[in-house]
């Protein structure tokens, strides 16, 4: 594995072995790898000549402390996984001050209202760290595509939204979620979880896809009333949004039209563990 914790040797790097028309395809995650990050890897190890892997777990799109401070570090294990995958993965795992020189504060981003629905509401702040990491990842890596997956739709959108407005020259490619056995959302937040919890929150995707069937002939209001509510007595879990809202605009379904596009997002939290899905409903 080429490993690089710093900007100043990737990027030296990645220019001596670049020619003309080789492609760099790039992953960014937060490392605690699971299958869903593999699947990215491996889809970007198909389409391109490099692939370039970055490990950082973003301090600015943390609204909550607790949260960053207990968020897995595993790097040692993420390198075996990768070396494992492809020991011809090249990993990016820079230090804050690498990233963020000295002033650890994202940017203010217009996103066009993306970023005031949903993930956006409830963690402020957050997808302007997002906005900030991501465009920063973007400059050093000069990637010809980037792989993010659906499971972070609002996330993939936005970074979608940010590649329009600015003249970063990279394909942005959405990628289905990877799910555990029981189906629950890969993420590597599961890992805080019992194996008890980790069970029982195969309710989560359980009452994505009853809720998908619903709407087949129910208004949004009725069914998000009817997740709210089957959540409701359950005290393992506390629902934090269940929204049915446009995909192109995630602004939410007020009356259903049939030529847009719409999908279902949930956040919930298992024993203070914040987890999110998503399910496509036409
Ligand atoms: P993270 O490390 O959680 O920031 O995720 C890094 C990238 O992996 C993001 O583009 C995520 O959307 C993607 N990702 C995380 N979990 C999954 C999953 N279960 N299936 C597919 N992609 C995922």
Redesign the pocket.
């Known amino acids: 594995m080429h490993i690089f914790y710093g900007k100043a040797p990737l990027t030296a790097y990645l220019k001596s072995i670049k020619t003309t028309n080789s492609s760099i395809g790039f ?5 605690a790898l ?1 299958q ?2 593999l ?2 890897m491996k889809k970007s190890l198909l389409e391109n000549d490099f692939t370039v892997v970055s490990i950082f777990v973003n301090p600015t799109q943390f609204n909550n402390p607790e949260d960053l401070a207990k968020y897995p570090r595993t790097l040692d294990a993420d390198v075996e996984k990768m070396t494992a995958l492809n020991p011809e993965i090249i990993l990016y795992a820079p230090t804050v001050d690498d990233i963020y020189e000295g002033e650890t504060v994202s940017k203010s981003f217009d996103f066009d209202g993306l970023e005031n629905q949903m993930e956006g509401k409830f963690r402020p702040g957050h997808f302007n760290g997002v906005g900030t990491i991501v465009k920063r990842l973007f400059e050093i890596v000069e990637p010809t595509n980037a792989y ?5 739709f609002q ?1 993939l959108q936005i970074v979608k939204k940010m590649v329009s407005k600015t003249n970063l020259k990279v394909n942005v490619i959405g ?5 555990e056995a029981n189906n629950l ?4 937040r599961n890992e805080r979880l019992s194996t008890e919890e980790r069970e029982k929150a195969a309710i989560i995707f359980q009452t994505l896809t009853v809720a998908k069937e619903k709407f087949k002939t129910k208004s949004a209001k009725w069914v998000t009333e009817w997740v709210q509510k089957s959540f409701e007595n359950n005290p393992l879990f506390d629902l934090e949004y269940f929204v049915i809202a446009d995909e192109a605009t995630l602004l939410p379904c007020s009356t259903k039209n049939k030529n847009k596009k719409y999908r279902a997002f949930i956040a919930i939290f298992v024993n203070n563990i914040r987890l999110i899905d998503t399910i496509s409903l036409n």
């Open positions: 992953v960014p995650t937060m490392g699971h869903g990050h699947a990215l993010f997956g659906e499971k972070d996330q990628c289905p979620i990877f799910r959302a890969m993420s590597s």
